[in-house]
C-alpha cells in the first residue's frame, strides 16, 4: 500500500479505475515538487477516488500545503503529471474547493457571516460585484448543508472558531467542488470543536460524494471519519488504510528516525524517543486580531505522551 515512487499500492495505481470501480478524482503520476531550491515531493505516484475522505498527515514542513497548491496548479510539478478529474491542473479550477492554512483574520470582523460566504461567491466564481440571484442561491444552499443558515446571520465577531470553521467549509462548497482540499482546519480548535468539524466534514463529504483532502497535525480526531491517511515525510508519501500506513517501518521510513506507534484505548500515538511526534509538531494558531483566543498553551518540551495537554484528557 505504500504508494512511493514506482510502488503504487493495489488500489491506488493511477489512472484506471480500480476493482471497486471507483473513478479517481485526484491522481499524482510520478510527480516530483520543488519548492526554493529544495525537493518536497519526490517521483510519487497515488490516486484519490470519488468519495473518499483522505486525512493528510506529516511533520511540519513535509509538505502538505505544498501538495494542495501543486493540486490547485499554484505550485508547478517539476517532473510528472497532476491531474484532477482526468485533466492536468490549471489555476482556477472548479472543481476543487480550497480552505487555505493562513486564513485571515476573521474573529474580529462585524461582517455577517452570509456575507463572508457571498464575498467568496461574488469574488472568487463568477467575479461579480453584487450578489445575483444564482450566487444566492447557491450561497443558500451552502449554508444550508453545512448547517450555517441560522449562524450565517450573526456577525463573525460573535461566532466560535467552530463556527467561523462551518462557514469557511460552506464557502468551498460553492460551485459544487469535486474535490475539496482543507488545510488544517482543526487548527485553534479546542477538541470538542475539533470533533464537530471533523464530523461536520465527513457528513458533507458523504452526502455529496465528493473526495476530500484534510490536513491535520494529528491522526486521533480523525480516526473514525476517514477512508484512508496519506501520511507525508522526507519527500515521499504513503497512502493506506490507517492500519497499512501507521506503523512503525511505514512511518520510521517517513520520518527518518526510529518511530514507535502505540494504541491505547482506540487512540494511536506516535512516538519518537520517548515523545509523541504529532503533538511535539503541534503548534496552535492564534486568531491575528486576538478577537477570539483559545485558553490553553502547550509545552513543546514535555517529554511524557500522557501528560495533561487536551488530547490526553478528552475523548475525541
Ligand atoms: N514559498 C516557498 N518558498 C520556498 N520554500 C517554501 C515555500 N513555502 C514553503 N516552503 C518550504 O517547503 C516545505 C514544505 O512546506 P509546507 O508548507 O508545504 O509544509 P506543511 O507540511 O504544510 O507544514 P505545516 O505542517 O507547518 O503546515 C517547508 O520546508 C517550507 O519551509
Ligand atoms: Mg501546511
Not at 510520478?30 to 519548492?35: F, I, Q, R
Not at 512503525?248 to 526510529?258: D, Q, T
Not at 518511530?259 to 491505547?264: F, G, K, L
Amino acid at each position: 500500500m505504500i504508494p512511493t515512487g514506482h510502488q503504487t499500492p493495489a488500489g491506488a495505481q493511477s489512472g484506471a479505475p480500480t476493482a471497486r470501480g471507483d473513478r479517481p478524482v485526484l491522481e499524482l503520476d510520478n510527480v516530483t515538487l520543488d519548492l526554493g531550491g529544495r525537493t518536497i515531493l519526490r517521483d510519487t505516484s497515488f490516486v484519490v477516488n470519488q468519495g473518499e475522505f483522505i486525512g493528510v498527515l506529516g511533520p511540519n514542513g513535509a509538505g502538505k500545503t505544498t501538495l494542495m497548491r501543486a493540486v490547485l496548479g499554484l505550485v508547478p510539478a517539476v517532473g510528472g503529471a497532476i491531474r484532477v478529474l482526468g485533466q492536468t491542473v490549471e489555476r482556477g479550477n472548479a472543481s476543487i474547493g480550497y480552505m487555505p492554512q493562513t486564513r485571515s483574520a476573521l474573529a474580529g470582523r462585524r461582517v455577517r457571516g452570509r456575507d463572508l460566504v457571498a464575498m467568496a461567491a461574488d469574488g472568487h466564481r463568477w467575479g461579480l460585484p453584487h450578489a445575483d440571484a444564482k450566487t444566492r442561491t447557491d450561497v443558500d444552499r451552502v449554508l444550508e448543508l453545512v448547517g450555517g443558515t441560522t449562524l450565517s446571520k450573526r456577525p463573525l465577531s460573535e461566532l466560535s472558531g467552530g463556527e467561523r470553521q462551518r462557514l469557511l467549509l460552506a464557502q468551498c462548497l460553492l460551485g459544487n467542488p469535486k474535490l475539496l482540499l482543507l488545510d488544517e482546519p482543526l487548527i485553534s480548535l479546542d477538541p470538542h470543536h475539533q470533533k464537530s468539524v471533523v464530523e461536520l466534514v465527513r457528513r458533507v463529504q458523504q452526502e455529496l460524494g465528493i473526495a476530500v483532502l484534510f490536513s491535520a497535525h494529528e491522526l486521533n480526531p480523525l480516526l473514525n471519519s476517514i477512508d484512508r491517511v496519506l501520511y507525508l515525510g522526507s519527500g515521499v508519501a504513503a497512502l493506506g488504510t490507517v492500519d497499512e500506513v501507521i506503523t512503525r517501518p511505514v512511518l520510521s521510513r517517513l520520518y527518518g528516525s526510529p518511530i514507535d506507534v502505540m494504541r491505547v484505548n482506540g487512540r494511536i500515538f506516535v512516538m519518537s524517543g520517548g515523545v509523541e511526534v504529532e503533538k511535539h509538531d503541534h503548534d496552535h494558531e492564534h486568531d491575528e486580531d486576538g478577537g477570539h483566543t483559545h485558553s490553553h498553551s502547550h509545552s513543546h518540551s514535555h517529554p511524557d505522551p500522557h501528560d495533561s495537554r487536551d488530547g490526553h484528557t478528552h475523548d475525541v
